[in-house]
């Protein structure tokens, strides 16, 4: 348990002047504030702000950001509000406060919205104030800690959002040790069958190279002294996420992963990390393609180190980076290793070299409109190594790693972007889909009656790129579903005896528009050009219910009951009487996040939040929709795993799904050579947690070696 002792002693071991009866000040407010609160632990609610504040001292951050960390909470579940902490603290500690407080006094249509609402306030704020993210990563980090107190269904979907926004947010900012952390909790919900058997696979990997670690950090340390280099050496296991993330790209078994082991030598300039690392290859055969020098050529973050793969001793692949005492303090704390804070005042991100990510980000999301959009391209934008290439007057620009010339194209300016025609790379006409390598020279070719096109948006790889094109794209559709609806309108209007032109010219449409949830005519229009509505449901709006014509009986064959169950499950803003689907490329069951996603003549078909197929869809046809009245349905979900192949073992599998009142409703069996078996299951379930679950329960089966909700790539 922290006490606010532990905080103070803390912070006095890095700064001696520091304003303690701030600290102690905010830790009394917190305290009344919250009293009485409880966490779902059952803990006092005030253990929170105090591990929050505690994380921000050991980051060795200044008074006002732990005394926000203290205060963090207060706006969002106390009476207090953000004038109070104003008058009391300070505007500074208010700003960082307001900037970390969700905005729960606006309404949105659904949880993924108020969430993107949430993180676009706080991009905002960071901009203006960084210690607001760090602040917030501190928060999610205790969080994370604690989520076991949660239902099985939330802890996933917080699980998801840390590893898709905060922990790369955190690597951003250079935050490294927080980001492993992050990513390590964030597996341990997502994945939980994986994160079990790799925690206990490293446990005792962690006994059995006890004795190698210490070996090679005792001969790494006879090179320094031989060779009079100042410096010290560590070594550990690497982390569980990034040994699974190894595994996934490079599909390998556990037994195959390759330099589990990382060493770290710390030394005294960088003259000697270039004399370090050619003592380890003079020792030990480096391995081809796996030398990276961040010294010369830093990460956009600011990291710095050199990285090289050998054959150690034993013929063992280990990791050994080779870094200075200053980069290191880089690499483990980022933007907190050294004081942004100048006396007196803040320091902004545009002060500082390694936010232009952060400047670029802001600039496309005032463009964005749509949350839900801005919050795909965060993620598409988090995510990314950079490669370096050079204009023809050979200034470096830094892009994504796949980047192609349309991303640098826009990353030089937006008409550039949105007029190119060609590019030369190192002279040369290459496709605008070409990759981009460190290094390569880039030239732009226009043209003024060139324009975006949607084909772009299979290779761009930067958000502002993305954002800019789908812009585009939007206005040129819109404006063709607008003269689209029109059209059906008038012609549905002819057999109904009605004049849409004239009603159109007086404004007669406007209260159907409005009835339908619209804020003016054309966004009508464009509804029906997109056949979210059909122009007879819309002009028999205008018809006295006396005059509607009579509907004729239509026969039609009987609807698959999955139809009428997935149509009654889910529901939809402001459209009625569509056919919805699910889609089965990802099967999402009540308790996933889901978004809708229109399709011409078939409805909308309903896909899980963090489906691979809906990056690829247009932004225009994605809606909302909502889980409802889901009570006692079954729903179909994928279950792979991997199995002994022992007689008797899938006896066991399909007893405790019978346990779990779990159908089976497909299965498929293959035997692999290494007398292992794969099963792919198709089972019903009610929702999420029902399906994590039993999903649990089937990874402590002995015939099992993995389970995993399996999902395709293609619909």
Request: with cysteine; proline share 4%; glycine share 6%.
């Amino acid at each position: 348990m922290i006490r606010i002792q532990d905080i103070l002693d803390t912070i006095a071991e890095y700064r001696q002047d520091a304003d303690i009866a701030l600290i102690q000040k905010a830790y009394v407010f917190s305290a009344a504030a919250h009293a009485g609160q409880t966490r779902l632990s059952g803990e006092p609610y005030l253990m929170h702000p105090l591990a929050v504040a505690h994380s921000l001292a050991k980051m060795r951050l200044d008074e006002a950001s732990i005394a926000a960390g203290l205060l963090h909470d207060t706006v969002e579940d106390t009476s207090t509000g953000i004038e109070e902490i104003d008058s009391l603290f300070g505007e500074e500690v208010a700003d960082i406060v307001d900037g970390v407080t969700k905005i729960s006094q606006m309404t949105f249509e659904s949880k993924e919205e108020a969430q993107a609402e949430n993180i676009r306030k706080m991009v905002l704020a960071m901009a203006e104030d960084i210690r607001v993210l760090i602040v917030k990563l501190a928060d999610r980090l205790h969080n994370m800690s604690t989520l076991d107190f949660q239902k099985p269904h939330k802890q996933k979907l917080i699980a998801q959002e840390t590893m898709d926004i905060y922990a790369p947010l955190a690597n951003r900012l250079g935050l490294h040790r927080i980001k492993l952390q992050l990513e390590d909790l964030s597996l341990r919900y997502l994945r939980p069958d994986v994160w079990s058997q790799l925690s206990d696979w490293l446990e005792k990997k962690r006994v059995a190279d006890s004795d190698y670690i210490d070996n090679v950090i005792s001969l790494l340390r006879g090179m320094l002294d031989e060779n009079d280099i100042p410096g010290k050496v560590k070594g550990r296991i690497k982390h569980i996420n990034s040994i699974y993330r190894k595994m996934v790209h490079q599909n390998l078994a556990l037994d195959e992963v390759p330099d589990v082991i990382a060493f770290r030598v710390i030394v005294d300039d960088v003259k000697n990390c270039y004399a370090m690392l050619g003592l380890v290859h003079a020792a030990w055969k480096p391995i081809h393609g796996r030398f990276k020098d961040y010294i010369s050529m830093p990460k956009a973050n600011m990291y710095q180190s050199l990285h090289t793969t050998v054959v150690g001793p034993g013929g063992e692949r280990i990791e050994i980076q080779i870094r200075t005492e200053e980069m290191d303090r880089m690499a483990e704390h980022g933007v907190a290793s050294h004081w942004l804070y100048k006396e007196g005042q803040r320091v902004k991100s545009k002060d500082v070299r390694q936010f232009a990510w952060l400047r670029e980000m802001l600039d496309w999301q005032k463009m964005e409109s749509d949350s839900r959009e801005f919050m795909r391209s965060l993620k598409f934008d988090l995510f990314k190594e950079e490669v370096y290439v050079f204009t023809p007057r050979g200034e470096v620009k830094e892009l994504p790693e796949g980047a192609s010339p349309i991303d640098f194209a826009y990353l030089i300016h937006t008409k550039v972007g949105d007029h190119c025609s060609g590019a030369k790379v190192n002279g040369k006409l290459v496709p605008l889909s070409t990759k981009l390598h460190n290094g390569d020279t880039v030239e732009i070719i226009t043209d003024a009656n060139r324009h975006p096109s949607r084909d772009w948006l299979r290779f761009v790889k930067t958000a502002k790129a993305r954002t800019r094109i789908n812009n585009y794209i939007r206005t040129e559709e819109r404006s063709r579903s607008i003269a689209l609806g029109r059209e059906m309108l008038e012609k549905q209007g002819r057999r109904m005896g009605l004049n849409v032109p004239k009603l159109l010219k007086e404004g007669g449409l406007m209260p159907v528009a409005e009835e339908f949830s619209y804020r003016e005519v054309e966004e009508l229009l464009s509804a029906v050009g997109y056949a979210r509505l059909t122009p007879r449901k819309v002009l028999r709006k205008l018809l006295p219910k006396e005059e509607e014509p009579a509907r004729q009986p239509e026969v039609k064959a009987p609807e698959p009951q999955k139809s009428r169950r997935e149509s009654d499950s889910v529901s939809i803003k402001g459209v009625d009487d569509v056919l919805v689907r699910f889609g089965k490329c990802c099967n999402p069951v009540p308790g996933d996040a889901i978004v809708g996603y229109i399709s011409r003549g078939r409805g909308v078909t309903v896909h899980t939040s963090d489906c691979v197929n809906v990056q690829a869809m247009e932004p225009e046809r994605l809606i909302s929709v909502f889980w409802d009245g889901t009570e006692g349905k079954p729903y179909p979900a994928r279950i792979h795993m991997l199995c002994h192949n022992e007689i008797g073992g899938f006896a066991k599998i399909t007893t405790l799904l019978a346990e779990e009142q779990v159908n089976i409703d497909a299965c498929h069996m293959r035997s692999n050579v290494d007398g292992r078996s794969e099963l792919d299951v198709t089972v019903e379930v009610r929702d999420v947690a029902h399906l994590y679950r039993t999903i649990d329960r089937l990874r402590h089966l002995d015939a099992v070696i993995e389970v995993t909700r399996h999902s395709s790539h293609s619909e």
